[in-house]
């Protein structure tokens, strides 16, 4: 068995993850900041925004999929 690299690895295809980083965006600009504000915040403001970004977009991607996952048991119903 041969022990790869990371960069001979290809990366998973995940398909929230464009919807991740909209969501990302769009907590940042609620906040007034985009991707090139933040490099010129104070590391540690800087990761708690990305932080709070982050918590935000997974809240949102879980309240998606449970609102899909109801929609889905409303069809499945009829």
Not at 23 to 37: M, Q, V
């Amino acid at each position: 068995m041969r022990v790869h690299d990371r960069d001979d690895v290809p990366p998973l295809h995940d398909p929230e993850a464009w919807l991740e980083r909209e969501l990302i965006a769009e907590f940042l600009h609620a906040l007034g900041h985009d991707t090139s504000t933040l490099d010129a915040l104070p590391e540690p403001q800087r990761r708690h925004v990305l932080q709070d970004a982050s918590i935000y977009a997974a809240g949102k991607l879980a309240e998606i999929g449970a609102r899909a996952h109801y929609v889905a048991d409303i069809h499945r119903r009829e």
